[in-house]
């Protein structure tokens, strides 16, 4: 995992998002790339949860010891789950492939009209509102527990790559448009 980060970030991501390299302006293609990407991992974990499946082999065994050895159990949350790892790590792939564009760099780097204090406001609730709709999700239901949970991970990176700089940006958007013309 620490090797592949760093690699899946200067090969992949970066030359899409700071625009160099072969075919860097096809923003197009790079996110088609990218969803891709994430479609596949998706489907070699869940390939992999149901491998196990058919061998006979539990993946949820850590969650059998550690209520084994726990001296209290009831401290076990879902979230501890690899079950649970494997759904928000996907969705969150597959949400940052929709979502960085470089678009988002720009943002980032280039953008000197965008208000701190909103961002930083925004995104406060924009993870607030996150948290209660996850601790509020029905765990009597496995899979749509894993759902839900799946469709809320894969939207926060589209709420913290779009909507807060986008709400960030908001009071300058006059500015910008009289700039233009």
Known sequence: GSFLAPALCIYVSDPYIWKYGTGASDTGRALLWHVICALLTIAISVVTYFSLKICGIDPQWTVQMAFRWCESPDDIHVSTTPMFALVQTTASLLGWALC??????????YTRNRSLILSAFSTAIILYIFKHAQDNINRSNAFCFYLLQFLLNALKPALLLRLAPAIAMWPYATQTKLKTK
């Open 100 to 109: 960085v564009t470089p678009a988002v760099a720009q943002y980032r780097h």
